[in-house]
């Protein structure tokens, strides 16, 4: 499959790496609209510099494509995908779908009238961890969840756009945890109440920390805590998760796993599941399947709203104080 590759900032070179370990696909052109990054892209990888655009429109002039890989940021993916969908072709995306509700709602909109599969790259569903958390949820012998508590501590200096996010934790980190949490309940939140604020030592011009409570469709309620400039005793990117069930706890510390059923005095450690791909290869393949086959992703454009509402509903409930309620 012959794909373009749009950004080739800090996760674009991710990107690059990733996909030449991927049979399935050939790249055939890159945009990227600051030349110096571009260059440097260029020596790192050795890329052609003359498949290098400024602009999809450029490259979809001057190369024949499949699809498109949209690794921009946030506020670029609005244009990128209306370029793409407009054009026929396939959109794997980078999270989140866009930088605001309205955005995101019109590529979902333009996805579904054109017909053009639009599909956001939420990586941490497919890790070992998490699969293996969802699969132990689902055996049922735990029963019902009826709270989880989500611990996230981090501290990077990534430096350029996220730096002066009005939200960057809740909007460019905490998205994945909350599509987690929704693919872990099988549902999405319909009571949301949140604060954030930023520490005077951080380095965000935004706010990097928050407390988000949610109660999901299920009743299960979850209680998130979380920073993004945190000064030490950082957990995994994956959070520290506890889920308390009517027949038993299960939790997530350190990125391992642990089961310990009502009535029993111990703990079980239950190892993760193995996985022939994992993350952006995850994603990538599923990506090539759905295009090839016709069969139908789990992060559609249309499915990841559901984590884009509950987002940009933390954010809401942030700048008001109050709750946000959705009907189930």
């Known amino acids: 499959m012959r794909l373009i590759q749009c ?20 790249v055939a052109a890159f945009v990227e609209i600051n030349p110096e990054t571009a260059r440097r892209r260029a020596e790192e990888y050795d890329l052609d510099a003359k498949r290098i655009y400024l602009s999809l429109e450029a490259a979809l002039a001057s190369v024949e494509a499949d699809a498109v890989l949209d690794v921009t940021p946030p506020d ?8 793409a969908l407009d054009a026929g072709l396939p959109v794997l995306a980078e999270k989140p779908l866009a930088g605001t509700r309205a955005d995101a709602e019109a590529i979902v909109e333009k996805s579904s009238r054109t017909g053009v599969l639009h599909m956001v790259a939420q990586n941490y569903r497919y890790s070992p961890v998490a699969q293996t958390v969802r699969r132990a949820l689902d055996a049922g012998d735990l029963g019902p969840v009826g709270a989880v508590s989500v611990r996230f501590f981090k501290g990077p200096h990534f430096g350029g756009f996220r730096e002066i996010m009005a939200h960057p934790l809740i909007v460019d980190m905490a998205i994945h945890h909350f599509d987690m949490m929704r693919f872990f309940l099988g549902g999405s939140p319909v009571e949301i109440y949140a604060r954030s604020w930023n520490p005077p030592w951080s380095w965000f011009q935004g706010d990097a920390s928050a407390a988000v409570t949610a109660r999901f469709e299920s009743g299960a309620v979850v209680s998130y805590t979380g920073s993004w400039c945190s000064q030490g005793q950082e957990t995994p990117w994956n ?9 038993g706890v299960l939790t997530l510390q350190d990125d391992r796993i642990y089961v310990q059923r009502r009535g029993q005095t111990a703990r079980e450690e239950i190892l993760p599941l193995k996985m022939e791909r994992q993350a952006q290869a995850y994603l990538l393949h599923e990506f090539y399947q759905a295009v090839t086959t016709g069969t139908t992703p789990a992060t559609t454009c249309q499915d990841n709203l559901n984590t884009v509402n509950f987002v940009f509903d933390v954010v809401q409930s942030c700048a008001t104080g109050e709750v946000v309620r959705r009907e189930q």
């Not at 800090?10 to 050939?26: V, Y």
Request: hydrophobic content about 45%; proline content about 3%.
């Open 239 to 247: 959070a520290d998760w506890r889920f308390d069930c009517a027949d």
């Open 7 to 26: 950004g080739l900032g800090g996760m674009g070179a991710h990107w690059i790496r990733m996909l030449r370990d991927q049979s399935e696909f050939e």
């Open 76 to 83: 670029a993916h609005r244009p990128v995908a209306f370029t």
